[in-house]
């Protein structure tokens, strides 16, 4: 079975708050871990990504942090937009491999 | 500079009729991958191609479903005498390479419907 999964399956934030999406998973031999963004009848769409010998990285309004103590990954946005609202994957792959493991997703929806 | 392309982007078979589904990865990426979602739910990996092999399909059903990635052309999923549970949005990917820190580049799905 799947072994990345999420705590919330949905999260509504006010336009303009800091949104924060978890992810739980259980592999430790994972080594590389990316964030996806999927709108309506679009595909999955690249974020951020973080590899396991660091525990943050940031980009362009969002963050990525990695515990790798306890095998946790979330997703920060910083002044959350309408255009923020999809539906949020993490997936997790390791060195070497090449089967990308993608957790059951968040909603995101934004009110204006 | 065009992306992964996906066609069709929305296919209607009756059960055991065959189901074609396309993609065409980013100019120059060799690694093909192919995934099945369901609706609110994540995606679910079938199977791995470089070009003319395939390298891991150990998500894929063994019986009525195939993939390739021919030398020219496009990468093909075919899924033979369709069934209703067989009705997804099919999405492939494409990469690069297989190095760690490459992420995938994904189409924008085939949603497949069997009456």
């Known amino acids: 079975g799947e072994n990345v999964g999420l705590h919330l399956p949905t999260l509504s934030v006010q336009e303009g708050d800091n949104s924060i999406i978890n992810c739980a998973y259980s592999?430790?031999?994972?080594?590389?871990f990316i964030w996806y963004k999927q709108e309506s009848g679009k595909g999955p769409q690249f974020i951020i990504d973080?590899?396991?010998?660091?525990d943050k990285r940031q980009g362009q309004r969002v963050t990525v942090l990695l515990n790798k103590t306890v095998k946790h990954l979330s997703l920060q946005i910083a002044a959350t937009q309408p255009g923020d609202s999809a539906v949020y994957f993490c997936?997790?792959?390791?060195?070497?491999?090449?089967?990308?493991?993608f957790g059951a997703g968040t909603r995101l929806f934004v009110k204006a | 500079n065009a992306g992964v392309m996906q066609n069709p982007r929305h296919l209607v078979r009756r059960r055991g009729q065959e189901a074609r589904l396309r993609c065409s990865p980013v100019?120059?990426?060799?690694?093909v991958y192919w995934y099945r979602q369901l609706p609110e739910e994540g995606l679910k990996f079938m199977v791995y191609?470089?070009?003319?092999?395939?390298?891991?399909e150990s998500g894929m059903p063994k019986e009525r479903f195939s993939a390739e990635f021919p030398k020219e052309g496009p990468s093909i999923l075919r899924i033979q005498q369709v069934v209703r549970g067989d009705s997804a949005a099919y999405f492939c990917?494409?990469?690069?390479?297989?190095?760690?820190?490459?992420?995938?580049?994904f189409g924008d799905g085939t949603r497949l419907s069997i009456l």
């Open positions: 990917a494409s990469s690069p390479g297989q190095a760690v820190g490459q992420p995938q580049h």
């Open positions: 973080i590899r396991s010998n660091m």
């Open positions: 592999n430790s031999a994972s080594d590389y």
């Open positions: 100019k120059g990426h060799s690694h």
């Open positions: 191609l470089q070009k003319e092999n395939i390298i891991d």
């Open positions: 997936a997790e792959s390791n060195t070497g491999g090449f089967k990308t493991i």
